[in-house]
């Protein structure tokens, strides 16, 4: 198979042929760097034995990556028609190991349609709904009876983005994500990626994050969804003091003065307090 792949034209190439422009609208910013999207696709954990999901992969590129690194099956999800040509081009010499689902991806997994999978993701996000679909799949990870199983997140984000993902509790970067992600796995910058890696060149740098679920930090805790409720008032009043937020609560029941800000709050301590509100 991988000398079917490295048969196939350059993406450049056959961006050109197609007349394939990456679009605003759609948040596309694309990588034509083999070795790179190569390196992203290797860190996929266990990627021989793995079902990976792909977010807008475009032109392909992380796409052919993902195959010539041995994945079982690749599900790729775009929303852009217009790389139809180039996706199934690919497909036709992946040996039955590329999937296309042309559609909106926060509308495939809001709506349930890859029910029963376990799965990997790796993508090159779209900027513009990378966070959202993040916190979806957060959801998907903490639900016991979730549709989805996913093994793990290689994901790329805005450098900025993952800092925030990663962050710790008293670091500047620390936030909502930040304690969402925390309660229910493990999360690292796996690597920094430049921004003239992409076309066209965006004016931010990016990083890839790998989130691995983690069980015991799962069963800790109860309803995400109160978690996440709690997180975005508080983050949303940073500067505030959590009395001023949330009135005529007992802080000192989670030992608490109530003087704190969200900034100085553990994801655990969300999460105590999460179960009261």
């Known amino acids: 198979m991988i000398s079917k792949i490295d048969s196939l034209p350059p993406i450049s190439e056959m961006m050109r042929e197609s007349g394939l422009e990456p679009k605003k609208s759609f948040g596309q910013n694309f990588l034509f760097d083999l070795n ?4 992203i696709a290797r860190s996929v954990p266990d ?3 793995a079902t990976v ?31 139809q040509p180039i996706l ?4 036709s010499v992946s040996d039955g190991k590329l999937e296309i689902i042309f559609d909106d991806a926060l509308r495939v997994f809001s ?11 790796c993508s090159n996000l779209p900027y513009n709904v990378g966070t959202e679909l993040l916190i979806q799949w957060l959801h998907y990870v903490s ?25 710790s509790v008293g670091d500047e970067q620390y936030g909502r994500l930040s304690v969402l992600v925390s309660l229910v796995s493990d999360a690292k910058i796996l690597f920094n990626v430049p921004n003239t890696a992409f076309v066209p ?12 679920p983690n069980q015991k930090k799962i069963s800790a805790i109860k309803e995400l969804s109160k978690i996440e409720a709690i997180t975005a008032k508080l983050f949303g009043q940073r500067r505030k003091m959590i009395r001023g937020i949330i009135k005529d609560f007992d802080w000192a029941q989670f030992g608490l003065l109530g003087t704190e800000r969200a900034e100085e709050l553990s ?10 509100i």
């Open 36 to 39: 790179l999207t190569n390196k």
């Open 47 to 49: 990627i021989e034995n």
């Open 53 to 83: 999901i792909e977010v807008g992969p475009g032109p392909g590129g992380l796409t052919r990556s993902l195959l010539i690194m041995g994945a079982k099956k690749v599900i790729a999800i775009e929303k852009d028609r217009e790389t």
């Open 88 to 91: 199934e081009k690919i497909q």
């Open 111 to 121: 709506e349930n349609k890859l029910s029963g999978l376990t799965a990997s993701i």
């Open 143 to 167: 639900n016991p009876n979730s549709p989805i199983k996913i093994s793990s997140m290689t994901l790329m984000f805005q450098r900025e983005v993952a800092e925030r993902i990663v962050a």
């Open 201 to 212: 060149k965006p004016k931010v740098q990016s990083a890839i994050v790998q989130i691995i």
């Open 267 to 276: 994801p655990q301590k969300f999460a105590e307090i999460a179960l009261l």
